[in-house]
């Protein structure tokens, strides 16, 4: 039988704020245990929650961003159940009226097309403290750091139909929120982390099939791996005649596998109900207007625009646009070397992507700035620098040793375009190798790199490679 | 001097007849002397309390004085403390000292005043008899057959025996106005979000309001303007200029509409109480108010709602006594699940655990539409009909409570018949209003209290309508003859 697979993703997004979503303690991951966690995080008695402005600014940001609807009125509640590391005893969550809902995001496919996939709701609410297990002696240690440190929850159609998919969603998301400066992304350190429910039916069937959940996975890679041996497990299941249990599943990285935490029967029962220490969350028009016009030109228009503005192909403009710092740097160089938008494009996806990625740098930290990028790409085009020459110049920036002119000046690294030196390099090539001479010119053509090289050796690499191919044929011919 | 009014004392204070440490001496003698007939304080902080009234009298001298600067009170003991134990009349808090000053105390000592101590309560504020404290009951001063009314019968008992001058106490179904009622004194629940719920440990948030107790309306308003306003720290606290409370208090009544809710005069009123409250209502016509009887067609429906919605909210909002981080922590846990069970299980006492379990029944998949979405709609109607009331009437006044105090033991094991003695002031805190009680009489030794209920802010009026009153009555004047002298 064929299967279809129908995945729908939750993605919680820690959101860049200073502060936590309801109390004034720092956000700022790392630091010694329950030292970032105040009355309200350590849900003293009598302490009440209250809401963080800026994290409600950055849910709307987020809404704007996908399209969405921002409720002009929505509603924290809370989430009851017992845990150590949840200090109330309930989290603060939206459960029936999201301050976000009905959004949608376009995702690139691998055939080229695109796919829009539906944004149910995202909501707000508190991360909980960790229970760490080991170094305790059989104990637990709460660590409440992290407790009240606001999330986004961003709860996605059931229109994802492989891992592939599941993957390209998330890291359009992850993009946008980067983008958008309401995430770090940072999956390794828990920002950005997903719950992916999976099911397959047989292809053609409308209903849905039942559903496992596949908690907290925190990289793209294990995403990928989780869903598509969940697709297996079920097929597998389905195939050999049983039924797939409605469950809460849990990826095990090591072994490659899920394996099963809690089955619906087993599930909690929240008691979610309206936090009455909270009022109803009101965004006003005025206020969204406001937020409205700060949001940023977002990847897909950016896109577009590089496109349309520097004739980049759909697949350049893409990876350049895939953050907003490389966007940027693109531009900056592209403008420093006075509209080469092509070689500009090459080398910032090139030699300087690969510089970044070798030393594991980013862009604002590394020691080639666009204005220095961009210096050399001039040099290139105004044809100082062959482009072999220009890789050398560019190692040497990369090393510190200054801008393109003053290592080409320190170094003699000048092309030579003057016909006469290169001419006279030529004649004294020729003159040194008459046997070469003699075969070439009784039809071995492919000794023409020979000569190329030779000239090339002798002049350090500074020869014009078009004028030394011209006049070298001219002189052989002749 | 334990009958002096607050304007006197502050005047006493500043003639320097006497100073704020003596008063507060004179004070905790009283209190060591009388409160264990009463048992009306879980904790008396008498350093703490002499300390400050040295700052208050250094105050007084250099002239930086405020209107109450050392004066004593008492705290009831649900508000948090900074280093002084906040029990919450519970076990489960008896080892547990905030770090920090509820928004009320806060506004207290930022006035110069002087906490004597913190009063006894029902365990978190769940009882109508001041019997479910762990620190056992509290006597009733006019009778110490009689409860005090409850939850915040440590501080009438304290007020009513003289054991201080005022006290803070709160409200969440009529938490200050009944026991104000059953100990014969003025106790005023105002609007809620008028005074700050932070540092006040929660029953049920939407409900709970704190407020004032005092022997006169004319103390409380002083009171009440130190406690009330806006707090930045509770979202639902109210952001609305808080009037001169003292400064209305004369106002005429003339031409003032009271409103009689038929259904406050019903079946279940005692006919002695009804009696007392005609009589005072009678008094308000010689002033020149205008009666007329109203309606409030949903009065039947306040206790079953107040009994969904209040266990609901404080069963998420007492999870957090789960004996991880702070309170009582039982002995030997062998795993999570037994920690929680007995540290909750030995920690909470039966009133509680009850009211836990009816919550979490109502808010449980399945019947949180039937109850407590149920619940809430008719909340929205038991305020219409307030809503509808105060077209016509300025304020509604009747009975606080269908009867007087009655014994110890004698309805403590019956919770329904309990329930139910709150069956005048709960609606109240389902709408939000501001309510008072101030004294009208007696049946028998036991006092009767009048409830005086007012519109959304209203709290000046209500605070001038009780005043015009005690300006031509005596009630709110005598004394339990043990606690006379």
């Known amino acids: ?478 | 001097m334990h009958d002096k009014t607050l304007t006197e004392l502050a005047a006493g204070l500043r003639a320097k007849e006497f100073s704020s440490v003596e008063l507060t001496r004179y004070f905790l003698d009283r209190i060591a002397r009388y409160d264990g007939q009463i048992n009306s304080f879980i904790t008396v902080c008498a350093d703490y309390a002499l300390q400050q009234a040295q700052a208050a009298d250094q105050a007084l001298a250099n002239g930086d004085a405020v209107s109450l600067t050392g004066i004593p009170l008492a705290q009831k003991d649900i508000f948090c403390t900074d280093g002084i134990r906040t029990s919450c009349g519970s076990r489960m808090l008896d080892n547990f000292i905030a770090p920090y000053d509820a928004g009320v105390v806060e506004r207290c000592s930022g006035a110069g005043m002087v906490m004597l101590g913190k009063t006894n309560m029902d365990e978190f504020a769940m009882g109508s008899s001041n019997e479910t404290s762990y620190y056992g009951p509290v006597h009733n001063p006019w009778d110490r057959e009689a409860v005090p009314g409850g939850s915040s019968g440590g501080s009438a008992a304290a007020v009513a025996a003289r054991l201080t001058p005022v006290a803070t106490a709160t409200d969440t179904g009529g938490s200050i106005r009944q026991p104000a009622s059953l100990c014969g004194i003025t106790g005023l629940k105002p609007t809620y979000g008028r005074v700050s719920r932070f540092g006040m440990i929660a029953f049920a948030s939407s409900l709970d309001q704190g407020g004032v107790m005092a022997r006169s309306a004319e103390d409380a308003a002083l009171l009440l303007n130190v406690i009330a306003g806006f707090d930045e720290r509770d979202s639902t606290s109210a952001e609305q200029t808080v009037p001169d409370y003292g400064a209305t208090l004369d106002e005429t009544l003339a031409g003032l509409k009271i409103g009689l809710p038929e259904e406050y005069f019903s079946d279940g009123l005692d006919t002695e109480v009804a009696r007392i409250i005609d009589a005072a209502v009678d008094e308000y016509r010689k002033l020149g108010a205008e009666v007329k009887a109203i309606s409030l067609p949903n009065t039947g429906l306040a206790v079953p709602t107040y009994y969904v919605i209040a266990p609901a909210e404080c069963s998420s909002n007492l999870s957090r006594f789960d004996g991880v981080r702070f309170g009582y922590r039982c002995e030997n846990a062998v795993d999570l699940e037994d920690l929680y069970k007995r540290s909750r299980g030995e920690g909470f006492g039966a009133e509680v655990k009850r009211r836990i379990m009816i919550g979490t029944y109502a808010l449980s998949a399945g019947y949180y539409d039937a109850y407590y979405l149920k619940a809430q709609q008719l909340r929205h109607l038991i305020s219409d009909d307030f809503a509808k009331a105060f077209e016509e009437v300025d304020v509604i006044m009747g009975p606080t409570s269908p009867t007087v105090a009655f014994n110890l033991g004698e309805k403590s094991s019956d919770p329904v018949s309990m329930y139910l003695s709150d069956i005048y002031t709960i609606a109240v805190n389902l709408a939000g209003l501001p309510g008072l009680s101030i004294p009208a009489g007696f049946v028998g030794s036991r006092p009767v209290g009048l409830q005086i209920i007012g519109n959304y802010f209203n709290e000046a009026r209500l605070l001038n309508v009780a005043h015009r009153f005690q300006q031509v009555t005596d009630w709110h004047l005598r004394a339990p003859q043990p606690f006379a002298d």
Not at chain 1, 13 to 40: D, H, W
Not at chain 1, 71 to 77: H, Y
Not at chain 1, 104 to 118: A, Q
Not at chain 1, 146 to 155: C, D, F, N, S
């Open chain 1, 1 to 478: 039988m064929e299967w279809e697979t129908v995945i729908g993703l939750e993605i919680h997004a820690q959101l860049a704020t200073r502060s936590k979503i309801f109390s004034g303690a720092a956000t700022a991951y790392g630091a010694e245990p329950n030292t970032q966690a105040c009355a309200v995080d350590l849900g003293l008695p009598g302490v009440l929650p209250v809401l963080n402005r800026e994290a409600v600014r950055m849910a709307c940001l987020f809404g704007l961003a996908v399209d969405a609807e921002i409720a002009q009125r929505s509603v924290f509640a809370r989430k009851n159940y017992f845990y150590p590391d949840l200090p109330k005893g309930y989290q603060i969550s939206q459960y029936e009226l999201p301050v976000v809902s009905k959004g949608r995001l376009i995702i690139e496919l691998e055939d080229g097309g695109t796919k829009t996939i539906g944004i149910t709701r995202a909501h707000l609410e508190e991360d909980a403290g960790k229970s760490l297990h080991e170094d305790f002696h059989g104990m637990t240690g709460i660590d409440l750091n992290r407790a009240g440190t606001p999330l986004l929850e961003i709860v996605s159609e059931p229109d994802l139909r492989s891992a592939r998919e599941a993957v390209a969603y998330m890291k359009k998301l992850r993009s946008l929120v980067r983008y958008l400066e309401i995430c770090d992304g940072n999956m390794q350190e828990g920002s950005f982390r997903c719950d992916a429910n999976v099911s397959v039916r047989p292809v053609g069937e409308k209903r849905l099939g039942t559903r496992a959940e596949i908690k907290n996975i925190n990289s793209f890679r294990f995403v990928e791996r989780a869903i598509n041996f969940e697709i297996e497990r079920q097929i597998d299941l389905l195939e050999r005649g049983e039924t797939v249990v409605q469950e809460t599943r849990l990826y095990d990285a090591a072994r490659g596998e899920t394996r099963s935490m809690r089955s619906k029967e087993e599930a909690m029962d929240y008691r979610y109900f309206p936090d009455p220490d909270l009022l109803p969350l009101h965004v006003d028009t005025a206020w969204l207007e406001e937020i409205r016009a700060l949001l940023p030109e977002l990847p897909d228009s950016k896109k577009e625009r590089f496109m349309f503005e520097y004739g980049l192909t759909s697949y350049d403009a893409a990876v350049l646009t895939s953050s907003r710092e490389l966007a940027d740097f693109y531009e900056a160089v592209e403008k420093s070397s006075g509209g080469e938008t092509r070689l500009a494009a090459n080398w910032v996806m090139g030699d300087f992507a690969a510089a970044l990625n070798r030393d594991g740098l980013e862009i604002g930290a590394c020691p080639v700035n666009a204005r220095m990028l961009g210096g050399l790409i001039r040099r290139i085009a105004d044809n100082t620098l062959s482009g072999k020459i220009a890789k050398q110049v560019f190692e040497a920036m990369w090393e510190g040793e200054g801008d393109a002119d003053s290592i080409i000046e320190k170094r003699g690294l000048k092309q030579i375009t003057d016909t006469g030196a290169i001419e006279q390099a030529i004649d004294e090539v020729l003159a040194a190798n008459p046997e070469q001479v003699n075969q070439y010119r009784a039809g071995k053509d492919k000794l023409l790199g020979f000569f190329v090289g030779q000239v090339m050796k002798a002049t350090q690499g500074k020869a014009n490679p078009a004028q030394l191919n011209q006049l070298l044929k001219e002189k052989l011919n002749s």
